[in-house]
């Protein structure tokens, strides 16, 4: 290092102040993967990636599964850092105990925070971020700010007034300058849910909620759309949901992916959902008959030997195990999804 960065270094106030290749910013990234392929393609381009210190914000109508998404992140990180504390501050109260017993959360390592307006989720998420050291294990849910009002709003209905709120997207816009640096440094995941409303346009389409400040604070931003899921073509009964993950902003996967997870009413999440149409795309599946698939080596042999059903790729284990170490198709997935690392500068030829 120069005599010159040395005396510039020592001069800064500021502890995170370093040589750039030696910043813990630049530092190896930490990813910890959820037990749903697909969830951690949605989060990293990758079927092995998965969640990393940032913020993500989960958008969607009512009953969108954003709180479950939401919780299953938690869940695998609090896995992974046995130390973990879980930070949920909760504004919908539409969580119940059976969602954090059910994915394995412990209950004794989350501290529940109420909180019923805006400036009060700026104050205690302010405090707690200036007590955690960068060597301490959080994770942060906010469920949600879709409907968090502003203390100028409740007061304005103490009081009997009608008048129109003008400060509710300033003062989140203020919370998530204050949250974002944070998170980066001391290596915090934060999850948001936040609501989505649809634009008056022709052709209209959803967009998040609250202004602009939670969206460029945001490393991530899905937006959830819902299809019914019914058990048989000629049978009425909904057995569950077709969730679509649409990335409409990333910093490692390609935006405008649409990512599907599949949820039934009976088994919860199918784990190996959204995989079987990409290994029909990838040519690892070939048809067999009307509703039937094959299996497709890397050398591009088809295993005649055994025939799949189409209804049961979502939960088959084996198979996928067997895909997964056989083939590149994990390769094939990450080359989909992912953004390019390469120049940023095209050459001219």
């Known amino acids: 290092m120069s005599a010159l960065r040395d005396k510039l270094v020592a001069a800064s106030t500021l502890k995170y102040t370093s040589p750039l290749e030696k910043s813990e910013v630049f530092g190896p990234k930490v990813m910890v993967s959820t037990a749903v392929p697909m969830i951690n393609v949605a989060l990293s381009g990758r079927v092995d990636g998965g969640i990393s210190p940032g913020l993500l914000t989960l958008a969607g109508p009512s009953k969108h599964f954003k709180s479950v998404f939401g919780l299953i992140m938690a869940a695998a990180w609090m896995k992974k850092h ?30 529940h925070i109420p909180i019923t307006n805006v400036e009060e989720l700026k104050v205690e998420v302010s405090n707690m971020l200036s007590v955690i050291g960068k ?3 959080v994770f942060i849910l906010i469920d949600s700010i879709g409907n968090l009002a502003s203390k100028k709003e409740v007061d304005d209905a103490m009081d009997g007034k009608s008048v129109a709120d003008m400060t509710r997207a300033k003062q989140l816009k203020s919370v998530f300058r204050i949250i974002t640096p944070h998170l980066t440094l ?16 022709m052709f209209s389409k959803a967009v998040v909620s609250g202004g602009t400040g939670v969206y460029y604070s945001s490393d991530d931003v899905w937006i959830i759309g819902r299809q019914q899921d019914k058990a048989k073509a000629s049978d009425k009964t909904i057995s569950g949901y ?18 599907p997870i599949t949820v039934s009413f009976e088994g919860g999440v199918a784990k190996f959902s959204g995989l079987f149409e990409l290994a029909k795309e990838a040519g690892i599946l070939t048809s067999a008959k009307v509703g039937w698939y094959q299996y497709v080596d890397s050398d591009g ?3 005649e030997s055994k025939s799949y059903r ?3 790729f979502d939960k088959d284990e084996v198979f996928w195990t067997k895909v997964f170490k056989e083939t590149k198709f994990a390769d094939w997935i990450k080359n989909k999804y992912t953004l390019s ?9």
């Open 310 to 312: 189409a209804r049961d």
């Open 301 to 303: 042999v088809v295993d």
């Open 135 to 137: 060597k301490d294990k």
């Open 341 to 349: 690392t390469g120049s940023l500068i095209e050459d001219d030829e």
């Open 242 to 259: 077709n969730f679509i993950i649409n990335i409409d902003k990333s910093r490692s996967v390609v935006e405008k992916s649409k990512i």
């Open 82 to 111: 046995k130390d973990c504390e879980l930070l949920f501050f909760d504004s919908e109260f539409g969580s119940p105990l059976s969602y954090f017993e059910s994915l394995g959360i412990d209950t004794t390592r989350v501290t």
């Open 186 to 201: 001391k290596k915090i995941p934060m999850v948001v849910i936040n609501h989505t409303y649809m634009t008056q346009e």
